[in-house]
């Protein structure tokens, strides 16, 4: 503040006010219209601070430049796939959690509520067939719960606040109706906190990483969270100034951050966020909810409670294991619905090829002469991993740590299922170094019955964090950008010679890519930094290595190229216009460029993210294109500034938001209330 006083002054710039004035007017107005930071102390004993998510989200609202392109209601698109809110995760979502309302006319419509059609001649009773379910477009709606309490006497219903039950199943008996209360007249719990005001959803993508915060390279982790609506579309999305800060800390794992995240979700899943929406110029009731969490995958394996990338068990989605896996037991239950894997098998890839990358590859050696490790179990179908699964495990898990002489058989259990919670790890290490702290000779009776108490006394009764296998789509940039590309980019350096290099450094540096709307390419950067790249560079290469690599590999290898080019066109393509003809070629070009990285040579299966792709297909349908949640976005956020400077994030909000003219809600007034005020920016 004072370098830019000195500067105004310097230029004759009158009237400057001090650098006192200047604070106490940035503390005013983050008092009025700032994001306030709460201070959390987790469960494992950190402290760590998070930005106010209900402030954030109620300045996307209000900001006239954002609001205008956020989706509240799933849209059923047909075979078209574009958005976020045409994909199955925004229909799966819990009626409770996803829009519960809908307003035609001056009536609004609740789920669970009764309502009457334009087709309905009055009811004698009412029966909910929860089994039968119909679509009905809104201009069918006639008249709401709240008009047909006050009418069915005259029109000869029936009260419609007396629901007999519940049938789940054809000729099944009753089960008594719990979702509205017949002390509030059967009325949706939204309904009576809206108080005729619009209830919406504000659907999230929340991501979470790691990065240093250092500007040196020594490594100074820091995790940190940030998130994005995901009512927005694509390119609205990924800008910088939609991507919201959340929280960061050195000290603090990122289940642990986790949790203060998840009280603020809950909260406003409770009892709604109030929010001045500025299209609709009238207070709004929105309820937060969390459409997937990205990140890399350490950090999605971290998520879902699994061990990661180099356990027997190397897949956070599926139960795939590697040929180095002893435990050959069964696995945990798996359910009806869960025991078919959605993946397909790669019928047309030879039973030749398909066991020659199963084979144990002890035999093989590498370069350096140590032994090659067994090759992942890539084609192959596997059950999916279920949350209910990975949540009895860890309780058995913890149970046997609990156990006098059971840490031995509870670290074997965790390398047999591939699962591991950091969060239920403290804990773990808690009750084992209570045990060895037993005094010696103590009959093993004694001191299972110190431990059981202690377990109950002193440690906390839930000790298992989340889980999310399938709301942890395939990330992209890292799978394949930092992954397949750089791997075969990185290899390509290695086996050119002095005279290659020089050739496809020309080839790069004089290649017409105008087309593409590129600028003309560093032929010597990409090649002679070729470990340093970043994605941008990588999608680069993706794109323009079979112009340029034709005549300096072997045709196996050019061919594995060519069978990448094909596919990452396919996995950016930022609209499918007909879903049922697009996942076949998804499929059939994931499978065509694993069956060419086999024939190239079946090592390249080492990297578990061969196999990772193959859940592409799963992910799409559910959240839409992968170009949606790639995480590029949130990547930029990751430079040693950002993590050094974050406390800065909150007047940062409110600084974007005021430049956006965005209103905002005096802090004296009642939300409830539909007063507003506005700072104009002059």
Not at 99 to 113: A, I, K, L, S
Not at 279 to 298: F, Q, R, T, W, Y
Request: with cysteine; aromatic share 10%.
């Amino acid at each position: 503040m004072e370098i830019v006083t000195w500067a105004l002054s310097t230029f004759g710039i009158n009237n400057v006010p001090s650098v006192d004035v200047m604070k106490s007017v940035d503390d005013y107005l983050q008092s009025l219209c700032g994001i306030h930071t709460v201070c959390h102390q987790g469960a494992l004993g950190h402290i760590y601070y998070m930005n106010d998510l209900a402030g954030i989200i109620r300045q996307e609202m209000a900001n006239p430049w954002v609001r205008q392109h956020i989706h509240h209601y799933h849209e059923d698109s047909g075979r078209h796939l574009e958005h976020a809110w045409q994909a199955e995760a925004w229909r799966d979502l819990d009626p409770d959690l996803a829009t519960p309302m809908v307003r035609m006319g001056h009536q609004d419509y609740y789920v669970y509520e009764v309502t009457r059609l334009k087709t309905d001649h009055g009811a004698q009773g009412y029966i909910v067939h929860e089994w039968d379910q119909v679509q009905v477009p809104v201009t069918s709606l006639l008249a709401s719960l709240p008009h047909i309490s006050e009418s069915f006497e005259l029109n000869g219903g029936y009260d419609p606040q007396k629901i007999i039950g519940v049938q789940k199943q054809p000729n099944e008996g009753l089960s008594p109706w719990t979702h509205t209360n017949w002390d509030t007249g059967s009325l949706n719990p939204w309904r009576i906190k809206a108080k005729n005001h619009r209830v919406l959803i504000f659907a999230m993508w929340v991501y979470c990483n790691d990065t240093s915060g250092n500007v040196s390279k020594k490594w100074n982790k820091h995790n940190s969270f940030l998130f994005t609506a995901a009512g927005l579309p694509r390119e609205h999305f990924h800008r910088q100034s939609n991507i919201h800060f959340l929280s960061t800390s050195n000290l603090a794992p990122p289940l642990e951050m986790l949790d203060g995240f998840v009280d603020q979700l809950e909260a406003g899943q409770q009892h709604g966020i109030w929010a001045w929406d500025i299209e609709a110029k009238e207070m709004v009731l929105l309820i937060p909810a969390v459409l997937a969490m990205l990140g890399d995958n350490p950090m999605q394996s971290e998520f879902a409670c699994h061990v990661g990338l180099t356990g027997k068990f190397f897949c956070h989605c599926c139960w795939a294991k590697g040929h180095d896996a002893e435990y050959e037991g069964p696995l945990p239950s798996q359910t009806p619905s869960t025991r078919a894997s959605p993946i397909p098998s790669p019928s047309h890839i030879p039973a030749t090829d398909t066991s020659s990358i199963h084979s144990d590859a002890g035999s093989e050696k590498l370069a350096s002469g140590k032994r090659q490790p067994p090759h992942r179990n890539t084609f192959s179908k596997h059950q999916l991993r279920t949350p209910d699964d990975t949540k009895k495990t860890l309780k058995s898990i913890f149970t046997k740590s609990s156990t006098i002489n059971g840490k031995t058989e509870a670290k074997q259990m965790m390398t047999q299922f591939g699962v591991k919670d950091t969060f239920l790890d403290h804990f773990r290490d808690k009750v084992l170094s209570f045990i060895s702290k037993l005094p010696r000779g103590t009959a093993c009776e004694d001191k299972q019955r110190e431990t059981d108490k202690y377990v109950k006394e002193e440690l906390p009764d839930d000790v298992y964090s989340f889980d999310p296998h399938r709301d942890t789509p395939i990330e992209i940039l890292h799978v394949i950008l930092l992954g397949f590309v750089k791997y075969y980019w990185c290899d390509a350096m290695t086996q050119l010679s002095d005279e290659q290099k020089n050739v496809l450094t020309h080839r790069l540096s004089s290649l017409d890519v105008s087309a593409l709307g590129l600028s003309p390419l560093a032929g010597e950067t990409l090649v002679k930094y070729a470990r340093s790249l970043t994605g941008r560079d990588f999608r680069v290469i993706a794109q323009v290595a079979p112009f340029v690599l034709y005549d300096l590999f072997p045709k196996h290898i050019y061919d594995a190229w060519l069978a990448l080019s094909a596919l990452v066109p396919l996995v950016w393509q930022p609209a499918i216009e007909d879903l049922k003809s697009y996942l076949p070629k998804l499929e059939l070009a994931i499978d065509r460029f694993l069956h060419s990285a086999a024939a190239w040579t079946p090592r390249w299966f080492n990297k578990p993210k061969f196999h990772i792709l193959k859940h592409l297909p799963m992910h799409v349908p559910r959240f839409g294109p992968s170009i949606l949640y790639t995480t590029e976005g949130f990547e930029s956020f990751n430079a040693a500034p950002f993590a050094r400077h974050c406390s800065g994030f909150a007047r940062c909000n409110r600084n974007c938001h005021l430049l956006s003219k965005g209103f905002f809600l005096r802090p004296d007034i009642l939300a409830e209330d539909e007063t507003f005020h506005r700072i104009t920016i002059l």
